[in-house]
């Protein structure tokens, strides 16, 4: 997990894993974890994305602008 700022102006938090990977696209009836990522994220203002593999490590990345300005 790293914590980072971005351009002086974004907050960004990321989370990789090594794991099996799965695809963010296929997920099945039920898991809305991903979901509710990305609803609290844009109520901030932010962005998720989430980028790997169905067969490798994964990374779900969140940024979000400092205090008063725009992602």
């Known amino acids: 997990m790293v ?3 971005v351009n002086g102006h974004e907050v960004c938090l990321t ?3 090594d794991g099996v990977g799965f695809d963010p696209h296929a997920l099945p009836r039920g898991h809305y974890g991903l979901l509710h990522m990305k609803e609290r994220a844009e109520a901030c203002g932010g962005k998720l994305s989430i980028r790997g593999r169905p067969e490798g490590a994964m990374e779900v990345r969140v940024t979000v602008a ?3 300005r725009e992602a």
């Open 3 to 5: 914590l980072s700022c």
């Open 15 to 17: 989370v990789r894993d």
């Open 66 to 68: 400092k205090e008063g």
